[in-house]
């Protein structure tokens, strides 16, 4: 069926250096997608989202890259902190009066 | 300023006990409502979403049940839990009719033994 998937499970990288948690979706119909942190025992937490009628959207040191054809998102994270250290999860939502369908998540782990 | 507020926190309750958790939202009128549930190290799965009162749509069979009382009071139930009921359960509220993002709670760590 159709769903939203992350390529990789598990990420580590060191501090200061940039990371790439990538995204795949099937659903063509999606026309929004968000990308969420989520600390251990915590809610997931907003951090950028992208309509499907742009390629690439820049907040603090996030960038979120949309490419259609290929039905592929990613975040990119400048120079990462120790902070950054959560679950990544991509979300996507179909249209008004539809809830956000996740992808399974990406552990990033940033090393001194 | 919207908050979102989901208790308790943590829970412990046997097999067969009656369960319920609720959420409220303050600073907005008629959101959306959603409770997922997120199992150890997995994503997030959609339970129900309810769009106004009384208005409670089910994504998945299971042995719960939704409820929306009130526009900003969200509840999650069971009448008899069992262990595979246990789980990270997060309420979240977007605003209605818009493709925006989902507010989520902290979260309920219920565990079944």
């Known amino acids: 069926g159709e769903s939203v998937g992350l390529h990789l499970p598990t990420l580590s990288v060191q501090e200061g250096d940039n990371s790439i948690i990538n995204c795949a979706y099937s659903n063509s119909a999606s026309d929004y997608f968000i990308w969420y942190k989520q600390e251990s025992g915590k809610g997931p937490q907003f951090i950028i989202d992208i309509r499907s009628n742009m390629d690439k959207r820049q907040g603090q040191r996030v960038t979120v890259l949309l490419n259609k054809t290929v039905k592929h998102l990613s975040l990119q994270i400048a120079a990462t902190q120790p902070g950054d250290s959560a679950v990544y999860f991509c979300?996507?939502?179909?249209?008004?009066?539809?809830?956000?369908?996740f992808g399974k998540g990406t552990s990033l782990l940033v090393t001194p | 300023s919207q908050t979102i507020h989901q208790w308790p926190a943590t829970l412990v309750q046997p097999v067969g006990s009656p369960l319920s958790l609720e959420c409220t939202v303050e600073g907005t009128s008629n959101p959306n409502l959603y409770w997922y549930r997120q199992a150890a190290g997995r994503g997030l799965q959609l339970l129900f979403y309810s769009v106004g009162i009384g208005q409670i749509s089910s994504e998945v069979p299971q042995n719960l049940s939704a409820s929306r009382p009130q526009d900003r009071q969200f509840i999650l139930s069971s009448k008899k839990l069992l262990l595979s009921d246990s789980g990270f359960y997060l309420c979240a509220w977007s605003v209605t009719g818009a493709d925006t993002e989902a507010f989520f709670g902290q979260g309920t760590r219920l565990t079944v033994v």
């Open positions: 979300a996507e939502n179909r249209g008004s009066g539809y809830a956000l369908n």
